[in-house]
Nanobody
Framework: QVQPVESGGGSVQAGDSLTLTCVVSGRAFAFSSFDIAWFRQAPGKEREFVAA??????RYADSVKGRFTVSRDNAKTTVYLQLNGLSPEDTAVYYC????????????WGQGTRVIVSS
């Protein structure tokens, strides 16, 4: 069983930075083949895609390009999301999800970590 676990959320001021961490347990030998994505869900809104990293590509939502950076350490089965230039609009619960071959789709989700940005 593959299980992502997020950490690193907190309460910050506008303009501050945070680093979120997603540690993925299970099938560690195949982690480099996993597509790992970050999603977020703001209060009263639907969950939205933020960023993702696969073995060959990195993708970002337009709303975070230039401010957020996703990276991974395959040896540690860990994915990071660096959040810079935070604004109150970034307030949300941030989730990490894994797309594990050969299943297809983000079938494995963490419990989320909350980010609150005050103006």
């Amino acid at each position: 069983q593959v299980q992502p676990v997020e950490s690193g959320g907190g309460s910050v001021q506008a303009g501050d930075s945070l680093t979120l961490t997603c540690v993925v347990s299970g099938r560690a030998f195949a982690f480099s083949s996993f597509d790992i994505a970050w999603f977020r869900q703001a209060p009263g809104k639907e969950r939205e895609f933020v960023a993702a990293t696969s073995w060959s590509t990195i993708r970002y939502a337009d709303s975070v390009k230039g401010r957020f950076t996703v990276s991974r350490d395959n040896a540690k089965t860990t994915v990071y999301l660096q959040l810079n230039g935070l604004s109150p609009e970034d307030t949300a619960v941030y989730y990490c999800a894994a797309d594990v071959p050969p299943y297809g789709g983000y079938d494995f989700w963490g419990q989320g970590t909350r980010v609150i940005v005050s103006s």
